[in-house]
């Protein structure tokens, strides 16, 4: 796993839209993981700045998002489809048939299947870009979730609902479910980079990276993959115990090949 330790949450998004474009120059045709939450809005802010400059094409790229809500129509405002529409998609030149964002409407054990079958046929994932709950969740992996689960139906922590409720008006019933594509669907990805920024995920960072391997924290799941990239702020790295040495392979880094990544 690699950590990079950038200045600030603005760093944080361009090192990761810089690590997507850096992909998209060498495989146009790559497929992208996708996650909607606050964190990777800047990031998206960065790609579309960046397709408008035209410094990069979506044209062939093909998505698939970590979760969708149950019950929750992909035309409902709060929808992950809306989300996406709205942050990324509606703004850069992607074919629609070529984004994909798990139903959260037709029957969940089917609809699981069918997207693993989807991510399969699209010959797997090349970058997943990954957010980090406090309580450790990728995607929404909660903690117990099987450290080699499939997508699949979850129920939230309440933790989480709570978390997400800053993205629903008072009148608006907010799901407890969710589908979500598994830790086992997440290590398959050729490539995967977690962006996190501020102080609320500095305890939830430092287990994931410096924590044992647990089905308690689902991130620490990604110790286990080939090429993790793990791109914080200084306030969500401030837990971290080895965090003068990710400093100095960066330092390291920059010195021998001229850039931190
Ligand atoms: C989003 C997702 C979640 C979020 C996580 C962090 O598709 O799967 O795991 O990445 O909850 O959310 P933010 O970025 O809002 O703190």
Redesign the pocket.
Do not use: K, V
């Given at each position: 796993m690699r950590v990079i330790i950038a200045d600030s949450p603005e760093a944080v998004a361009r090192m990761g839209a810089e690590q997507c474009i850096r992909l998209l120059q060498d495989k146009p045709a790559a497929v992208l993981g996708l996650?909607?939450?606050?964190?990777?809005i800047a990031l998206y802010a960065h790609l579309i700045q960046r397709r408008q400059q035209g410094e990069v094409s979506f044209r062939q790229v093909r998505t698939f998002?970590?979760?969708e809500y149950i019950g929750i129509a992909p035309q409902h405002p709060q929808s992950?489809r809306s989300f996406m529409q709205k942050q990324l998609f509606d703004h850069i030149d992607i074919l629609p048939e070529n984004t994909h964002i798990p139903s959260g409407m037709g029957d969940p054990v089917a609809e699981s299947r069918a997207y693993e079958d989807k991510i399969r046929s699209a010959g797997g994932i090349d970058l997943q870009i990954?957010?980090?709950?406090r309580n450790g969740?990728?995607?929404?992996n909660e903690p117990t979730s099987s450290l080699s689960s499939r997508t699949r139906a979850k129920t939230l922590t309440q933790e989480?609902i709570r978390?997400n409720s800053r993205f629903f008006s008072a009148d608006e019933e907010q799901p407890h479910l969710a589908i979500?594509m598994g830790i086992g669907t997440i290590l398959d990805a050729r490539k995967v980079m977690l962006l996190a920024a501020g102080a609320a995920k500095a305890d939830a960072v430092k287990a994931m990276v410096e924590g044992p391997v647990s089905a308690m924290h689902p991130a620490s799941a990604l110790q286990m993959h080939p090429s993790a990239l793990v791109i914080v702020d200084t306030e969500a790295a401030s837990k971290l115990e080895l965090i003068d040495y990710y400093r100095w392979v960066q330092s390291e880094t920059l010195r021998v090949q001229g850039a931190y990544l």
């Open positions: 996650a909607t939450g606050s964190t990777p998002n970590l979760d992950y990954l957010g980090l709950g969740h990728i995607g929404f989480t978390d979500t």
